[in-house]
Nanobody
Framework: QVQLVESGGGLVQAGGSLRLSCEAS????????MGWYRQNPGKQRELVAT???????NYADSVKGRFTISRDNAKNTMYLEMNSLKPEDTAVYYC???????????WGQGTQVTVSS
């Protein structure tokens, strides 16, 4: 498995911006896809955005046009640029990665994002 550490969360006013980072440890398995998920207390975890090793991206409809996912394979780091933030974006954001031929799933511990109105 791979260890994932998120950073960059915090408190921001509606309309503001934040950039989240997820750094992955070195492992014997190649990192395939990576993604960001978010979850509020009492609610189900939802997909925010994903990116493959080749750079193909996918976004939830709720964040299209506002969020941008990217990755730096040389640094084993993934980013989520969040713009025009809304109170509905408030959640714990989790980094996810799949590795190896069987797409083993690894999760980070999460970083809190709070958007005030």
């Amino acid at each position: 498995q791979v260890q994932l550490v998120e950073s960059g969360g915090g408190l921001v006013q509606a309309g503001g911006s934040l950039r989240l980072s997820c750094e992955a440890s070195k492992s014997t398995f190649s990192i395939n896809s990576m993604g960001w998920y978010r979850q509020n207390p009492g609610k189900q975890r939802e997909l925010v955005a994903t990116i493959t090793s080749g750079g193909s991206t996918n976004y939830a409809d709720s964040v299209k046009g506002r969020f941008t996912i990217s990755r730096d394979n040389a640094k084993n780091t993934m980013y989520l640029e969040m713009n025009s933030l809304k109170p509905e974006d408030t959640a714990v954001y989790y980094c996810r990665a799949t590795t190896g031929r069987l797409n083993y799933i690894s999760w980070g511990q999460g970083t809190q994002v709070t958007v005030s109105s």
